[in-house]
């Protein structure tokens, strides 16, 4: 196939040893061996919320997944999201289509061409965050001040050298939820998102129901104790709406949060688990 200097290539060394009284024991392991040798990693949620100290944590290690030194610099881009919503389509794209772009937004108004809702295909925005990593334990936690930051979908790119002296870089889109903020968050049309994961009694839970719909109803039900909780409902137009769910000792065991909507012949729906320990 040609040569190709990045290709990696694993190998499984296995040891088989027979003891003085007979017993065969084995071990083995995997070794890669390759040309470029330096693979660093954002490793993020894809949704986190808004913080005075949103940590953005970056790795390097080498083939054999062991640490090595990391330098290179880390920038962080606004996405944008396009204002259109689109429908889910019950059928892939086609390879060859028959009709043109114009005529298929005619046609076909609520649905999707060419992967235009895919967010790789969304524009690029402005840089929002820059910094230079240099770390010597190939194990570092930038900081990032989101506390005011608008809520929205952020390509996170790390460029860095590998040991062969070529710009490699890898990335990672990440949607920010600032619940000050009352419009819809962007990256999602419905979503249903708790701001801690687990609560203690006496705490009062909070969950984030947002919805990019113009103008329509959902309706949300809040399970206790394994019983279903009363239908409550909400009108909202690309709106946010927080939920608070006083936690008491009943409650341990874990809090069931479920919410519904239609839009355009969609039929949309979220939960979410609230752990409340025992």
Wanted: avoid cysteine; glycine fraction near 4%.
């Amino acid at each position: 196939e040609g040569y190709n200097k990045t290709a990696n290539y694993k190998y499984t060394i296995e040891a088989i040893v027979t003891d003085i009284t007979g017993e065969t024991h084995s071990e083995e392991t995997t070794v890669t061996i390759g040309k470029s040798t330096v693979y660093a990693k954002i490793n993020m949620e894809d949704e986190v919320f808004a913080s005075p100290k949103t940590e953005i944590n970056i790795t390097a290690k080498n083939l054999n997944n062991q640490p090595i030194p990391l330098k290179g610099k880390l920038k962080i881009q606004t996405v944008n999201v396009p204002e259109k919503i689109y429908s889910r389509q019950f059928w892939d794209e086609p390879l060859t289509p028959i009709i043109d772009a114009e005529t298929h937004k005619k046609l076909f108004p609520y649905f999707a061409l060419n992967g235009e809702n895919e967010r790789k295909n969304f524009p690029v925005g402005k840089t929002v965050y820059s910094q230079t990593i240099n770390d010597s334990t190939g194990n570092t936690n930038a900081i990032w001040n989101t506390s005011t930051t608008p809520s929205g979908l952020y390509l996170f790119t790390f460029t860095y050298l590998d040991n062969l002296g070529d710009t490699q870089a890898t990335t990672e889109y990440v949607a920010l939820l600032n619940p000050k903020n009352k419009k819809a968050f962007p990256h999602q049309y419905f979503s249903l998102n708790a701001q801690q994961k687990s609560y203690q009694p006496n705490q009062v839970a909070e969950v984030i129901l947002s919805s990019r719909f113009p103008k329509t109803r959902v309706i949300y039900f809040i399970d206790k104790q394994g019983e279903a909780g009363k239908m409550q409902q909400i009108t909202l137009k690309n709106a946010v709406h927080k939920i608070k769910i006083p936690v008491t000792d009943a409650d341990r065991g874990g809090i069931h949060i479920t919410a519904f909507s239609i839009y355009n012949n969609r039929f949309y729906k979220e939960t979410v688990e609230i752990a409340v320990p025992y």
